[in-house]
């Protein structure tokens, strides 16, 4: 019985690399065709993050590295002609916004599809955060930090290199996701960085952004997770480098990452930490969303019911608020009890 059991598990095993290096072909192939759709009618400079790039620079064999999207970086100043080339090209939006331009305001990418590809594009003009957010991002060291990507054909594209990459993975898992919505696969990504492409890793630089970002706390914390998880061998002088950078406001935001939340938390957390030109944006995104916002996030049925659910979202912000409030309320005694 034990022999069928792990029979039935290789075989498992085998379908799901079978899967990934089919999905990992898949997108090869349009990395080459976006690779023309961006040279034509003059190049615009398009960095491949993450997966898009470490499953085939990194990995021993790209189906070990399951590519769900591919996240492209462009100049903030050619993002329009980049989406417009996209698409013409047959790309869309994911998603309606909640109100013209805001994504562009408290947005960090653009989610895109194509109808009959099983994966999307996130094009970034920006990484892990919004512009208004108080944790402001140098994007001139991310470019000053590209290089060209190596794929099995001839291409245009970049890359970040080792230190970029991991303090941008570090950030993305840690800061944007947090632990209790991370993906196992950003930690090995690090461990293979670290153990594949250490010798080219600056911790001192990487160190220096890192605190002037305010990601110290993030990459602290993955890299340990890294180290507990994977046994990843960062060097000593590493950690304390960054331990110098260490922000206590960041710190007790990512332990509330590490737990599961409720939406309400969230919206108050991302309220929170824009500036005022953010936070107007998103205040009149989430009370008066556009109608088209409307009827794609509720789909009223019949149709012409959507302005009633203006009234609804209200209802269900005011619990949220409520909920939030009682609890608040009971921490404070429960402190006082103490």
Known sequence: MAAVSILAGKEVKKEQLWATAAMNALVLEELRRLDEIFSQPFPIPVMVLKGGALAFTLYSDSSLRPVSDLDLLVPKELLQEALARLKDAGYSPVAEEMAPGLNLLLGHHFDLMREGLPFGIELHWTLTLSEHERYHLDMAWFW????????????????????????????????????????????????????????????????????????????????????????????????????????????????????????????????????????????RGLLFPSPAFVRWRYRPNPSWTWPLFYPYRWFDILREGFYLAIRAIRACFRSGER
Request: hydrophobic content about 40%.
């Open 144 to 283: 000053e930090h590209a290089e060209p990507l190596k794929l099995p054909f001839p291409n245009r594209f970049l890359t970040l290199d080792p230190t970029a990459h991991l303090l941008y993975i570090a950030a993305h898992t840690m800061l944007q996701h947090g632990e209790a919505q991370m993906d196992p696969k950003w930690l090995y990504d690090l461990h293979l960085l670290v153990e594949k492409e250490g010798e080219r890793i600056d911790w001192e630089e990487l160190a220096r952004q890192a605190a002037a970002s305010r990601w110290s706390e993030a990459v602290l914390r993955a890299l340990r997770r890294c180290v507990e998880l994977l046994g990843t061998q960062v060097p000593e002088e590493a950690f304390h480098l960054l331990e110098e950078g260490r922000d206590r406001t960041v710190a007790k935001l990512l332990e509330r990452k590490a737990k599961l939340r409720r939406k309400g938390e969230k919206a108050w957390e991302k309220l929170h930490s824009l500036d005022w030109t953010g936070r107007l944006g998103l205040l």
